[in-house]
């Protein structure tokens, strides 16, 4: 194995990132094509068939990282990359000819392989370099992930050319032929360029799947699951989450969106460095810590509530000589309200009443009180008896540029965090990273599957959005509990790399 960076090195560093940012963007296809059939009434799918096409490829490509990690490790990641693209672009050209769910979904099947060539990018470019620099160069393959970004950004407006903006929707089936088109030439363009290496040493099967009987690995799998399970759900979810919270366009929604995606892909190189300089435990320390806080103040949801508040009552028996919506008079004695936009002063938070005010900056939630009367001019009241009822009014807007803020926040600390965790595994099992990262890459894609499952319970079964944030908190804090419980088994300081 080399063990100084050469321009060969840094040559099969390239077209590696370069291939993998090709397969993540055909990983990512569904997301955009399902949408545009089913808007336009191509295809008359329902929702549980929508969650089907848009997961079985996330699904297919995590849980084939494992093998495709072992292949790499025995034959070499130029053989095994290559295959990958040329395999996947079959279905993808077949695709263009579906015409059914169960022709799309088993077509989906294949092309979600692509997905699985993460592992055997990871494998084959870890051998090109030495140890002290395996989080940056992983850290830059790690930015394929911008592939999911750039076909949010492009496929929308691809297939509006080609549809002549829905003129002639039958021609979307061109798009997955420039897909399987751009695999072909990627695969031929590797081949050429790159060449073939793998690991020196001899392993067998059970040898190589030795690790996996270690906590440890299981336990970098979670970190995994946490922070690239997330950027891939949110990818998907936050869409359906602008547009039911802020309702934001779809294509809005979809810009703002790649916005978060996007970065979070590119700042996996600066992840690999700060992991080299710093260590990947530290790294990992501060973007657990960073998310924890972040998913805090996204835990309230956007609401508007009125409830009861403090009402006046009557002091002494008498009859109502008079009622404003200032004052209440009971023979001589005056009772003065609180009024919601009179001369009083009202109870508050922040001065302000904001019904309909998602026009105005209210980055903290507000409240205001007034109260109504109850009585009439010439009614006899007791001792005791309700005059003038309480409202509270609060309201909490949750500011969408705040809101974005955090989330963007997010996408950057969790990017950072996805090549933390592959610098741990290059320095605790340096000569099976294919196999490790494999079952670590499969546990984090299906976070990306199961995440948007549990998050439809979540807010089907509570109707708050914002639930989502409270789960990924707990993963969060069940992520730091096990990192510390192995710092402190392992007699480690934070800063120990």
């Known amino acids: 194995m080399e063990t100084v960076a050469t321009g060969k090195a840094h040559r099969i560093l390239f077209f590696n990132t370069l291939a993998f940012t090709v397969c993540f963007a055909a990983w990512m296809t569904n997301g955009v094509l399902v949408t545009f059939l089913v808007n336009n009434d191509i295809f008359k799918w329902n929702p549980v068939q929508i969650g089907w096409l ?147 040493e001899v392993k067998t099967m059970l040898q190589r799947l030795a690790p996996l009987k270690e906590m440890r690995v299981w336990r970098f799998g979670l970190y995994y699951f946490f922070v690239f399970g997330s950027i891939v759900t949110l990818a998907q979810w936050l869409i359906p989450y602008y547009v039911n919270m802020y309702s934001l366009s779809i294509v809005t929604a979809g810009i703002m969106v790649s916005v978060f995606s996007l970065p979070a892909g590119l700042i996996r190189a600066v992840g690999g460095w700060l992991s080299d300089k710093l260590g990947a435990r530290l790294v990992l320390i501060w973007v657990f810590g960073v998310c924890l806080v972040c998913l805090f103040f996204l835990f309230p949801p956007r609401m508007e509530i009125r409830a009861p508040g403090q009402g006046i009552m009557a002091s002494k028996p008498g009859i109502v000589t008079d009622v404003s919506a200032n004052a209440i008079t009971i023979d001589d004695v005056v009772y003065t309200l609180q009024t919601q936009g009179g001369d009083i002063v009202q109870t508050e938070v922040r001065l302000g009443i904001f019904h309909n005010a998602d026009e105005d900056f209210t980055p903290f939630p507000t409240s205001s009180f007034w109260q109504e009367p109850q009585v009439q001019k010439g009614d006899i009241v007791s001792k005791g008896q309700l005059l003038a009822k309480g409202f509270t009014h609060i309201y909490f807007q949750a500011n969408k540029w705040i809101f974005f803020s955090l989330v963007f926040i997010l996408g950057i600390m969790m990017g950072i965090g996805t090549a933390a965790v592959y610098k741990h595994i290059s320095d605790y099992y340096p000569s099976s990273i294919g196999t490790v990262g494999g079952i670590v890459g499969v546990i984090g894609g299906l976070g990306g599957f199961f995440n948007p499952i549990f998050f439809g319970f979540l807010l089907e079964g509570t109707g708050v959005w914002t639930t989502c944030w409270m789960y990924l908190a707990v993963i969060a804090i069940i992520c730091i509990i096990f990192q510390r419980i192995a710092i402190k088994k392992a007699n480690l300081t934070p800063h120990q790399k």
């Open 54 to 200: 848009l997961g079985v490829p996330v699904l297919v490509g995590s849980i084939f990282r494992l093998p495709i990690g072992i292949l790499t490790d025995k034959y070499g990641g130029k053989w095994v990359m290559g295959a990958i693209m040329l395999f996947c672009a079959v279905p993808m050209f077949f695709l263009s000819q579906a015409n059914s769910f169960t022709s799309f979904l088993l077509l989906s099947f294949g092309f979600g392989m692509a997905g699985s060539i993460f592992a055997a990018g990871v494998a084959y470019t870890s051998l090109w370099y030495p140890k002290e620099k395996q989080g940056t160069v992983l850290g830059i393959f790690g930015i394929g992930n911008a592939g999911a970004a750039l076909t949010t950004l492009f496929a929308p407006s691809i297939l509006n050319k080609l549809t002549e903006h829905g003129a002639d929707p039958e021609r979307w089936r061109i798009l997955p032929q420039l897909y399987a088109a751009m695999l072909v030439a990627m695969a031929i363009i590797f081949l050429l360029a790159t060449k073939n290496k793998k690991t020196t």
